[in-house]
């Protein structure tokens, strides 16, 4: 099976995403606007393309997902899957969907590095695939400022599954690439550069 993954769309549709089974989102997909603005948009521009991916779809949330965590309740029903802190099966493979990340300001699905110990303590060992928003630490998380946004915790817990195959990130932009972890691969497939500007291509996985 083909996966198409991305990650921190910021509110654009990109067009060139190519043919997959299933797609993938990492997080921060909503546009910066207020939440009437991101509502509208959700019914109408991120309706027609998802409808025109044609395909399942499985979103992660984001520090930019504030309406999703403050008033879950207003958004519409759309064609995709939003998940948070739970496993579902993918052709088999094990797959743990979780939006945290460390604070850095007023976002939305921020907890301390303690309480993110707890939230990963809950993923199951038999996990394979986890699409965390945030980085493990040291891997695809060194920002233009020599600042390491990852998450120690998410290293630890990794450690522990002993079939987990691939970490699925983004949050930080300019991280965007391969890199590994033991035998794990660690893919931050964040589609915007530093400045916002899209400037990466999706990432394709076979499972």
Not at 104 to 133: C, K
Request: charged residues 20%; aromatic residues 10%.
């Amino acid at each position: 099976m083909k996966v198409c993954v991305i990650s921190d769309t910021h509110g654009l549709l990109p067009e060139n995403i190519p043919d997959s089974d299933v797609l993938i989102h990492c997080g921060d997909f909503t546009p910066h606007a207020n939440f009437n603005n991101q509502l509208n948009w959700l019914r109408t521009d991120f309706r027609l393309w998802l409808e025109k991916l044609n395909r399942p779809t499985y979103i992660n949330f984001g520090n930019h997902e504030l309406l999703f965590e403050k008033f879950p309740y207003l958004v519409p029903p759309l064609p995709c899957k939003f998940l948070k802190d739970q496993q579902i099966d993918i052709s088999g493979e094990k797959v743990w969907f979780s939006p945290w990340i460390l604070p850095i300001g007023e976002w939305a699905f921020m907890r301390e590095e303690p309480q993110l110990d707890l939230i990963y303590s809950q993923i199951p060992d038999n996990t394979t695939i986890i699409v965390s928003h945030c980085p493990p630490y040291n891997h695809g998380d060194l920002t233009i400022h020599d600042d390491k946004i990852g998450t120690k915790s998410l290293v630890k817990h990794a450690k522990r599954m002993k079939k987990l195959k691939y970490i699925l990130t983004g949050h930080c932009h300019e991280g965007y690439g391969s890199y590994k972890l033991n035998n794990i691969n660690v893919l931050n497939c964040s589609l915007l550069n530093e400045n916002y500007k899209l400037t990466n291509l999706p990432t394709i996985i076979e499972i």
